[in-house]
């Protein structure tokens, strides 16, 4: 399968909202924030149309966007809410879920030796993910 993002919006300079297109038809959609100042690939928004879920397409999607982007960025990441049990189950085959509270977990999806600025991720976000890489050392 060869995926193919087309970019819908920008909600900022540096997150922006995609259609996942397989052979030119829509099978979900996905926000990537790239912040590279600060090394990190953030996902958010990440949905599979309803017809083609439990069909592998999230774990290929997934796939792709890491292999494409693990040489570029130290961290890739997002957050899920806590009730979307599918979703967390599809995440814990990447990487960690850590749960610090509050309506959203955390999952780190891939990282190496990260350089942080603390100004452009979200309080929660950059929280939690300064606790898993003191806690990784």
């Known amino acids: 399968m060869k995926f193919k993002l087309e970019k819908i919006d920008n909600y900022d ?7 996942i297109l397989e ?13 590279k100042r600060e090394n990190y690939l953030g996902i958010g928004d990440f949905e599979i149309d309803v017809d083609k879920r439990n069909q592998g397409y999230g774990t290929k999607v997934l796939n792709t966007i890491i292999s494409r982007f693990s040489s570029q960025y130290s961290l890739i990441c997002c957050y899920v809410d806590r009730d979307n049990i599918n979703a967390i189950r599809l995440y814990k085959r990447f990487g960690e879920v850590l749960d610090f509270g509050g309506k959203r977990l955390h999952v780190v999806l891939m990282s190496k030796r990260f350089v942080y600025n603390y100004k452009r991720i979200h309080i929660n976000s950059k929280q939690a993910i300064l606790r898993y890489l003191k806690n990784k050392k």
């Open 23 to 35: 052979n030119n038809e829509k099978i979900g959609n996905i926000g990537i924030g790239f912040y």
């Open 13 to 19: 300079k540096c997150y922006c909202f995609y259609k």
